[in-house]
């Protein structure tokens, strides 16, 4: 019964931005353990932006750092992704991922439990 959808996806211009939304349902944006990743054909699922812990603690991969940027809006059981001044390397099926205990690093594909189905994002 736990569900993860992704939305907000499409087709932007370089330099252009985008929200992507993840509606949660018989999952909590409380959890102490999120993530967007993101995955190309021919490429490994990379993970782009975690939520660890209480803290909060917000980690971002280095390709993505300073242009994207995670939130969460715990009242509408949503977490986000703001991204900005987009590239062409950008493009990209984005995914939402959350963990269960034990948490592990929250940081790799075998770390979540839950993943919505995708949402696909063009930069041209």
């Known amino acids: 019964q736990v569900q993860l959808v992704e939305s907000g996806g499409g087709s932007v211009q370089a330099g252009g931005s985008l929200r992507l939304s993840c509606a949660l349902s018989?999952?909590?944006?409380?959890?102490?353990?999120m993530a967007w990743f993101r995955q190309v054909p021919g490429k490994e699922r990379e993970v782009i932006a975690t939520?660890?812990?209480?803290?909060?603690?917000?980690y971002y991969s280095d390709s993505v750092k300073g242009r994207f940027t995670m939130s969460r809006d715990n009242a509408k059981n949503a977490v986000y992704l703001e991204m900005t001044s987009l590239q062409t390397d950008d493009t990209a099926t984005y995914y939402c991922?959350?963990?269960?205990?034990?948490?592990?690093?929250?940081?790799?594909?075998?770390?979540?439990?839950?993943w919505g189905l995708g949402t696909q994002v063009t930069v041209s």
């Open positions: 018989g999952y909590t944006s409380r959890a102490k353990c």
């Open positions: 991922a959350g963990a269960v205990p034990p948490w592990g690093a929250c940081s790799k594909v075998a770390d979540f439990t839950y």
């Open positions: 939520w660890y812990s209480g803290g909060p603690i917000t």
